[in-house]
């Protein structure tokens, strides 16, 4: 049985807790390219700044440590490719 899932009220409890934190949710998620991701990002500003902490973002074990990301996903992301009008392209017209 998964452990219930509820609203995240507090910061990581120590930096053990945080890498974990990265190691399952950040660095598996498809939302995280090139080392940006808004939530990420507020992660690690609040290390200096607890104001800045996503709690709305996250969610926490409850009765366990630990937080699990509301965003995490293992989908590849869309590409939408919007052609405009006069766009110059490299493929060659065998009109």
């Not at 996903?73 to 060659?92: C, D, N």
């Amino acid at each position: 049985m998964p452990a219930e899932l509820i609203e995240c009220k507090t910061m990581f409890s120590n930096g053990t807790e945080y890498e974990l934190f990265l190691e399952t949710q950040c660095w598996r998620c498809t939302r995280y390219r090139r080392g940006y991701c808004r939530i990420w990002n507020a992660c690690e500003d609040a290390r200096f700044d607890e104001s800045r902490f996503p709690y709305s973002d996250l969610m926490d074990f409850k009765g366990y440590g630990g937080k699990t990301c509301k965003s995490f996903t293992t989908e590849k992301p869309t590409r939408h490719r919007t052609v405009l009008k006069g766009q110059m392209s490299m493929e060659a017209d065998d009109d």
